[in-house]
């Protein structure tokens, strides 16, 4: 099987692309927006370290958007109780209209790179992703 890398890159540079309306509106960079986003969306990941290793963004980016998003009143910061050493970043009010307009938008991307498969075709490809997601667990624990 031939799996074109392109694909990839094409659909980060179509989401930025489909993104930047909104940012510009909003007078956020691009990496602040995603920021907000990824934390409002995994909630299970809420410091900066996790930003860093999951989204895999260099830790000195992630710092100074954070400190932008805490800046503009978004993020705010609190110590973790059972480590103060770490710092949950949790969204705020203020930004719960930008998180709703950007899960609006994510789900038009999604709606619009699914453009021409049915209900049927786009429900099988889901199925098939997660038993994908599952063979990735195993293999990152090393049962397969």
Avoid at 65 to 72: A, E, F, T
Avoid at 132 to 144: F, V, Y
């Amino acid at each position: 099987m031939d799996i074109n890398i392109e694909f990839a890159r094409k659909t980060s540079l179509a989401y930025n692309r489909t993104c930047k309306s909104l940012c510009q509106e909003l007078k956020l960079p691009q990496t602040a927006f995603d920021i907000l986003m990824f934390l409002a969306n995994n909630p299970e990941f809420c410091t900066a370290r996790d930003i860093v290793e999951v989204r895999k963004l260099k830790a000195n980016l992630v710092s100074v958007n954070i400190d932008k998003l805490v800046c503009d009143g978004y993020l705010e910061r609190h110590a973790i109780e059972s480590d103060r050493r770490k710092t949950e970043l949790l969204c705020t009010e203020k930004a719960q209209p930008i998180i709703a307009k950007g899960r609006q938008l994510q789900q038009d991307f999604i709606d619009r790179i699914l453009t021409g498969l049915d209900n049927e075709t786009r429900q099988k490809f889901l199925e098939i992703l997660n038993i994908m997601d599952q063979n990735l667990d195993n293999i990152l624990k090393g049962e397969a």
